[in-house]
């Protein structure tokens, strides 16, 4: 070996060792691992190791979430002069990112540190030293593309065939094959899945998300505290209702059963929709507030003060109709109960084959827009062919989800009709009888034909429209 090159490989004293592994325990090898073998190399080269950095469980790919602090201290070391060779297990340990290895290669070059892996050491000063690390870089990346190509190609073909992805939803269980230790499927989780239900069935009878996540967390049900947003997601979530989401979209039938029937989990999302009579604020005192019409223009009524007396009023600037507000809650009142007394819900709620049939439809909708993708993907289909297909698509399936959500009946609803429900009906709050009025029916008050002067309530100038 010439003289320069014995002098060179001299100063090469200080040592980093830096081991990774990501959440994919089939690549590689623990960093306790990494770092026994590197020891070794650095006990081989009768190198001092200054330092063993460790980031477990990060990825190092451009498609990570995650930050390494671990390999931040590194490049900081490197910049100061700290070290004199960085060693690791093998090139994809330091980056799987061809834009990170140039950032490592240029900041090694700047201040002479060497690399290592698997036993060689690289100079980066050195043309052969550097190709070869540069194609180890792309070489680490094109395994790191592939191996998530392979992911989605596992999450697309689990969603297509109903099957259990990612987290699992609170209220659910996996479950394993004891010899393989395979997932074979998730089950409702007897406790939590009676939670799910009593969060249903208390938000459809009126209570507020606020109130239900503030019990849950006095009566300390779940180690992860409830809020009224956690308290949402426990029962919009189309997974709970035993549908597969991909990409944010309901793909088909999943493989697990629900713990909400269609029925309940399209009532909770119509009493999520904007409401009819909302103004902002939570103290609703008045019956029709915002929900009775007004059959000029359409705007919404509410009450005002008319020399002492409360009356349904336009709010339009022009002020088209006014109504007496104990007449109309009276009549609208009776109207409703009656219907109550006397409608069979389970006939009406059941669901329509039209219905199922527009569900159906958007499943089949969003398989082709979704092959659309995986095609532009693979670059059998160009980006404006794709744009194309989105175009055409996209509207049809809202239409056909649109058709697909019926005017559900609540349970709750169907509970509160039959004999008896004038008594069940005042036990109810005003907001709980208003989420009664927006489900079944339209309110539109008319202007009275009746003569001018004629005093008392004129039913036929309210105008009423059942939704269900």
Request: proline share 4%.
């Amino acid at each position: 070996m010439a003289t320069a090159e014995v002098v060179e490989l001299e100063r090469v004293r200080r040592a980093l060792i830096y081991t990774r592994v990501s959440k994919d325990k089939r690549q590689g090898r623990s960093v306790e691992e990494q770092e026994a073998e590197c020891r070794r190399v650095c006990e081989h080269e009768g190198w001092t190791i200054a330092d063993v950095l460790t980031d477990n469980d990060r990825s190092a790919s451009r498609y990570a979430a995650k930050t390494r602090p671990a390999w931040e201290q590194v490049k900081h070391r490197i910049a100061t002069d700290g070290i004199d060779v960085l060693v690791t297990w093998e090139a994809s340990r330091s980056s799987r990112d061809l834009a990170g290895f140039v950032e490592l290669r240029d900041l090694c070059q700047a201040h002479g540190v060497r690399l290592n892996y698997k036993g060689r050491t690289l100079d980066l000063d050195v043309t052969n030293d550097r190709f070869e690390a540069g194609l180890h870089a792309i070489l680490a990346e094109r395994e790191s593309d592939e191996t998530r190509d392979r992911i989605l190609r596992a999450v697309r073909s689990q969603a297509q065939q109903g099957r259990p992805h990612g987290r699992v939803l609170y209220g659910y269980k996996r479950t394993y094959d004891p010899e393989t230790g395979a997932l074979t499927g998730q089950v409702p989780d007897p406790d939590e899945a009676e939670v799910v239900l009593e969060i249903a069935r208390r938000f459809l009878s009126g209570e507020s998300l606020y109130a239900i996540s503030d019990d849950l967390n006095a009566r300390r049900v779940s180690n992860k505290p409830w809020s009224a947003n956690r308290v949402k997601r426990c029962i919009t979530n189309p997974g709970y209702a035993g549908l597969r989401v991909y990409q944010g979209e309901v793909t088909g039938d999943a493989d697990w059963p629900a713990i909400l029937d269609r029925r309940t989990f399209d009532a909770i999302a119509t009493r999520l929709e904007p409401r009819r009579g909302g103004r902002g604020g939570t103290d609703v005192k008045h019956l029709l507030s915002g929900i009775a019409l007004c059959g000029k223009c359409a705007e919404p009524m509410y009450v005002w003060k008319d020399r002492g007396k409360g009356v349904y009023a336009c709010t339009s600037s022009r002020g088209h109709l006014t109504r007496n507000q104990d007449h109309l809650d009276a009549f609208v009142t009776a109207i409703i109960l009656e219907r109550l007394a006397t409608i069979d819900f389970g006939d009406v709620s059941a669901e329509q084959p039209e219905v199922a049939a527009a569900r159906e439809e958007a499943v089949v909708l969003r398989k082709r827009l979704d092959d659309a993708a995986v095609e532009y993907s693979k670059g059998d289909l160009s980006a404006a062919m794709l744009g194309k297909v989105e175009a055409e698509l996209v509207p049809k399936i809202k239409a056909a989800e649109k058709r697909s959500r019926t005017a559900a009946v609540p349970p709750n609803i169907g509970e509160l009709a039959g004999e008896g429900v004038d008594e069940r009906w005042d036990a109810l709050s005003i907001e709980q009888q208003r989420d009664v009025i927006r489900v079944l029916m339209d309110v539109t008050v008319l202007p009275s034909t009746r003569p001018r002067g004629t005093t008392g309530f004129d039913p036929d100038a309210v105008r009423i429209e059942w939704r269900t």
